[in-house]
């Protein structure tokens, strides 16, 4: 079986395009089989756009695991951000910069393979994941851990986990690593999580 975190050329292409209204913006998504998000923005993914664009202040963000870039797209439109996007399956990083092209988005957008953050190189102000569960938890746990790393000091790591997918023990781990990690809100089950780089 095929996965969306995994490259496989084997899958049948089958481009289509859906629309999306994510905070008063209308905003359209080139999509195709074995990508994130297949055919529609996940509940998870709106709802840590919709509190990241609460909290965000100002500077550069890296969505990890980007998908078709559904996370980094939005917060282009909505926030003016610089964003750089990153994942390892290559058919959902063309399909990224398409739709980086589809929604005429004027702030600086980098995308680029990477698997986690082996390919980078820079430090940001926020990074923003939805992490691929079915990866397993090691891959998850390199993305939530790993970003302290790459985060400038006062960056924030934030994330989206189901409850039932271990959301309570993320936010201990994380909270090992960064010794803080809250809470934002959670909703149908998700758990919307951040924490902040501070040196001690």
Known sequence: MSHYFENDSNVKSEERIFAANICGA????YSD???????????GSRLLIEEFIKNYKDGK???????????GVSLSRLLHADVDMVD????????????????TLTSEMNVFE????????????YIITNPPIRAGKKVVYRILLESYNHLNENGELWFVIRKDQGAPSAKRDVAEVF?????VNKDKGFFILMAKKVSL
């Open 88 to 103: 390892v399956n290559l058919r959902a990083l063309g399909l990224a910069n398409k739709n980086i092209k589809l929604n």
């Open 26 to 29: 209308n905003l359209n998504f």
């Open 179 to 183: 010794k803080n990690c809250e809470v």
């Open 61 to 71: 963000v890296l969505d990890v695991g980007c998908g078709i870039g559904v996370i």
């Open 114 to 125: 990477s698997d986690c953050y082996s390919n980078v190189s820079k430090t940001y102000d």
């Open 33 to 43: 089989n074995g990508v994130f998000n297949k055919s529609g923005i996940d509940y």
